[in-house]
């Protein structure tokens, strides 16, 4: 019989619990949203999300038992996000982690949240991560490039990153710009979905030099200034919105440079690294217009693309149990004085975690 691993994911906003199977089944993945929390601050509180997680978190894992069918006693793991996050919100979750490993006496293990991001890809496909492969990690704190080699220790290789922002904290801010909310990401891509007229001419950073990095604030910036020069244009005030179908023309626009410039770089790595498998991890890599392009290019390239569906791309914890039953089985479990780590680095190189 498979095991059951308990996963849990407390990094930002969302109170995840999960029960995975050590074949990567997942039977049971439950996203507690604080959404509606943070939403009218136009951004994540760190102090509102760890309380509301001290809330939320036994609710969250007796949903993920219920919905599975299973007792805590089930369990043979419980696999932890011990970073990089909020670390109020990790510590949370690493808590109750804790908590149950001591309580019902089964082993601990923490993940590295960016780690767990990439496993979501093996969910409900075997268990295995694809090697060697390219992954795209795209979320609201990283946009990484990565070529995974093994799934031991150090054998993640950086191919590039962005050097300023990320591609999800690009959607965050250009979304706050245009007074459409937070999160960003899923307004933008709806609101661009409507979209068919002619779009804006966006700069495209780094698209076309011969790195795999990125850079996202200067696009930012050139929507800001669109923005400014349209209500300056229109007689708004500094904070007056734009017209409905302007605002869904600059959104679009932006989101396409976006996706061009992912997608261009992608492109380059995997022909650089001559992978036949290309993984898309992360919040951004739910966005319906980069999946879609991804998808034209893997076919262009005659290579294989994983991308997990849209609810294993954002925050949960199924990808965290899928990546600690990993670690777990190559590497053992880790002691009750486990910490967070708030600035965990991307799992490459020596030191890093196991892709
Ligand atoms: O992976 P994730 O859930 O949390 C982090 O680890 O950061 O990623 C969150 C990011 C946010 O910036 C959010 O706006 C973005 O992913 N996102 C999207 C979409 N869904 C979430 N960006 C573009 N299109 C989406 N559909
Ligand atoms: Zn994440």
């Keep these: 019989m498979r095991d059951l691993i308990l996963g849990i994911e407390t990094s930002c906003d969302d109170t995840c619990a999960a029960v995975v199977d050590s074949g990567g089944h997942v039977l049971s993945s439950v996203i507690g949203s604080q959404t509606d929390l943070h939403a009218r601050y136009g951004g994540v509180v760190p102090e509102v999300a760890s309380r509301a997680h001290s809330r939320n978190i036994v609710p969250a894992v007796r949903a993920a038992l219920e919905e599975a069918a299973v007792d805590l006693g089930d369990m043979a793991l419980v696999a932890v996000t011990r970073g990089p996050g909020l670390v109020g919100s990790l510590l949370v979750g690493l808590m109750a982690a804790k908590g149950i490993s001591w309580g ?28 060697p492969s390219v992954c795209l990690v795209v979320s609201g704190g990283h946009t990484e490039l990565i070529l995974i080699e093994g799934l031991h220790e150090g054998e993640g290789r950086l ?12 959607f965050d801010k250009v979304a706050r710009i245009l007074g459409l909310g937070y999160p960003g990401g899923p307004v933008i891509d709806g609101v661009a979905r409507g979209f068919t007229g002619e779009e804006l001419t966006f700069p495209r950073p780094m698209k076309d030099d011969d790195s795999c990095d990125f850079s996202f604030s200067g696009l930012k910036t050139a929507v800001a200034l669109h923005v400014e020069e349209r209500r300056s244009g229109l007689g708004l ?23 061009d410039v992912l997608v261009a770089k992608t492109e380059r790595a995997v022909r650089l690294a001559g992978v036949d498998t290309l993984i898309a991890a992360g919040g951004v890599a739910a966005n319906s217009e980069l999946r879609l392009r991804l998808s034209e290019v893997a076919e262009h390239l005659s290579v294989k693309l994983v991308i997990p569906p849209p609810r294993y791309c954002t925050d949960n914890a199924a990808m965290v149990a899928a990546a600690g039953y990993h670690k777990f089985a190559t590497r053992g479990a880790d002691g009750l004085d486990l910490d967070v780590d708030p600035s965990l680095t991307v799992p490459v190189g020596a030191g890093g975690e196991p892709g």
């Design 104 to 131: 019902v006496g089964i082993p601990l293990v923490g993940v590295n949240h960016l780690t767990a991001h990439m496993w979501a890809a093996a969910l409900d496909s075997g268990g295995d991560l694809p090697v």
């Design 159 to 170: 191919l590039g990153q962005t050097r300023d922002d990320a591609a999800g904290e690009a």
């Design 237 to 259: 005030a500094d904070t007056g919105a734009l017209p409905e179908d302007e605002v869904a023309r600059t959104a679009a626009s932006f989101q396409r440079a976006v996706v």
